[in-house]
């Protein structure tokens, strides 16, 4: 379990992170998602004591982490992964791990196995490495202790599509297992197929977080015919109120009775479609405004 | 904006598992040794160390009149080449950390940084200590060829020497530690340590007011006497009063520094 409790991380001036509170509970996993440069590093490197907070604190399994005994045995780390030592092989940087712990040198073979990385790969320098395989040894190391939480960041970069699929299948059964799940995104794609729970963030502040599935419904229904004064009476005409967006008409009503009274109305269609959430508005406006930050 | 409250955790968080020990001080050295050795770079510099002393006390067996091939001669002329490629040893440990970003998984399996930087610090002074071991078995090996290749090859050793040459070693790794500690970068530290204590050594010589400070924090002149007999109290205390500077000091701040440094 990770609890955190109104963290803020103040550079002079600039709030990195500001307020943030959320928890994440065993048996599911959170997406923390947000435009670069939003606060999620920040946050998770605060959660694991390696950035001290301006306020508030974080606690891991009920504690902070710092007073963890054996971190690496109870939370599982991916901040980056290319933050190893170039010059040492892979199956190094894993055993100089697992002799931190404590574990057993067959851990690392296993470990390795795991996640896809064979005898040839395990004996090359890092350096050497793609970041994909880079992101491989990084969840390698996470899972080395077999811990009960996890704590991911943009652990998908770099990933092609087969090992994105392999780790949402990875993710998911270890929440299914009973453990914490805590990954960060710049992508709600990405995290919309693994993810029970989301915590989105924008310059620093938490802007929503809840339930996926009920953060993502609720859009609406996108209708556009080539006469759209026609559709527009006949949904004047079925009692459902269309306001115009840049893709047609936007419609607060399931798909189903849009496509009723169109028909009803004799109104061909050349689109019927649930329309994006608040959820992908609201990403979309923060993204947007990131971009326009970075632009400046 | 939907936000909603998590619900309270409906399981209660199973209590410490077995096996969740903190570990011991023993074994984050014994990690921090074998991360002196796991890498291209770090092992050549320990080869480096050793070939060194070997190379020297071969120019010896060459080179030296047959009367001065003691075991004492062969001994101490590899300990100043090897005075100075330790303190590398000593900054490298500290600051590829660093470098190679690898703080962020060091000290996110170990929080308690503290911890990893005493390792650290025994690490490279049992490093230093295996420096003399090395030192006094070239030296043998050379005494023994001397012998039997007409030098004098006399087994004449003074003990002082032994605990100079490890005072001599030990002192340049932390040394070098400390500047790392302190610096927290790698051309950074080098530079300084190298560049730092002879620019004190000139500047002490030059400026008259500087010349009785200088007996007493020049290191270059404190650590003389370490290379031939027992130092007396005076040079024990102007040592000690050098090494404050140099090495405690350097230490102090930047295990501070470190502490409180945001890894990322």
Redesign the interface.
């Known amino acids: 379990?990770i609890s955190v409790e109104h963290l803020s991380k103040r550079y002079g001036r600039h709030a990195a992170v500001d307020d943030v509170s959320?928890?994440c509970?065993?048996g599911t996993v959170t997406g923390f998602l947000g435009p670069n440069g939003a606060g999620k590093s920040t946050t998770m490197?605060m959660i694991?004591?390696?950035?001290?907070p301006t306020a508030g604190r974080a606690t891991v399994?009920?504690r902070r982490?710092?007073d963890?005994?054996?971190?690496?045995?109870?939370v599982g780390?991916l901040?980056?992964a290319?933050?190893?030592?170039?010059?040492?092989t892979g199956r190094?940087?894993l055993a100089?791990?697992a002799?931190?712990?404590?574990l057993d040198r067959r851990e690392v073979a296993a470990k390795l196995d795991l996640v896809g990385l064979d005898a040839a790969a395990a004996k090359r320098r890092v350096r050497a490495y793609s970041l994909g395989m880079r992101q491989r040894l990084g969840i390698a190391?996470a899972l080395l202790g077999d811990p009960?939480v996890l704590i991911l960041d943009e652990p998908a970069n770099g990933l092609d599509p087969e090992g994105i699929f392999w780790m949402r299948g990875l993710l998911r059964d270890f929440a299914d297992r009973?453990g914490t799940v805590l990954l960060s995104s710049h992508l709600l794609r990405e995290v919309e197929a693994v993810a029970d729970?989301l915590v989105v963030i924008g310059g620093g502040r938490i802007?929503?977080?809840?339930?996926k599935s009920?953060?993502l419904a609720g859009g609406g229904t996108l209708v556009r015919a080539r006469d759209t004064g026609a559709l527009r009476r006949a949904l004047d005409a079925a009692g459902l109120a269309a306001r115009d967006s840049a893709d047609g008409l936007l419609v607060p009503a399931e798909t189903e009775a849009v496509g009723q009274a169109a028909a009803d109305a004799g109104v061909a269609l050349a689109e019927l479609r649930p329309a994006d959430g608040?959820l992908e508005q609201?990403f979309l406006t923060l993204t947007a405004e990131s971009t326009k930050e970075t632009g400046k | 904006m939907t936000t909603t409250t998590a619900p309270a955790a409906t399981t209660v968080e199973p209590g410490r598992r077995p096996g969740v020990r903190r570990p011991s001080l023993l074994r984050l050295t014994g990690v921090e040794l074998r991360k002196l050795t796991d890498t291209r770079a770090g092992l050549w510099l320990l080869v480096t160390i050793g070939l060194t002393t070997a190379v020297i006390v071969t120019l010896q067996l060459v080179y030296a009149d047959a009367e001065d091939q003691t075991y004492a001669s062969f001994f101490v002329p590899s300990l100043l080449p090897v005075g100075l490629l330790l303190p590398v040893l000593g900054i490298l440990s500290i600051t590829a950390e660093w470098s190679q970003r690898t703080a962020l998984v060091t000290y996110a399996l170990v929080p308690r940084r503290e911890r990893v930087i005493v390792a650290k610090l025994a690490a490279v002074v049992l490093a230093a200590l295996a420096s003399v071991l090395t030192s006094l078995a070239v030296a043998a090996i050379g005494t023994l060829v001397s012998g039997a290749t007409g030098g004098a090859g006399r087994w004449e050793f003074d003990e002082a020497l032994l605990l100079n040459a490890i005072v001599f070693q030990v002192a340049n790794v932390l040394m070098g530690a400390g500047f790392g500690l302190l610096l927290l970068n790698t051309p950074l530290a080098i530079v300084a340590y190298l560049l730092l204590p002879t620019v004190w050594s000139i500047v002490g010589e030059l400026v008259p007011a500087l010349h009785r400070p200088a007996g007493w924090l020049d290191t270059g002149r404190t650590m003389e006497p370490l290379f031939s007999t027992s130092l007396d109290a005076d040079q024990w205390a102007r040592l000690g009063v050098s090494l404050l500077v140099w090495l405690l000091v350097p230490i102090v701040v930047g295990v501070i520094r470190t502490l409180r440094r945001e890894v990322a």
């Open positions: 379990m959320f928890r509970e065993p490197r694991c004591g390696l950035t001290p399994a009920g982490y710092r963890l005994p054996n971190p690496g045995r109870e780390v901040l980056d290319s933050a190893q030592h170039a010059g040492r190094e940087a100089v791990a002799s931190t712990m404590g190391l009960r009973g729970r802007v929503a977080q809840g339930d009920e953060l608040r609201l």
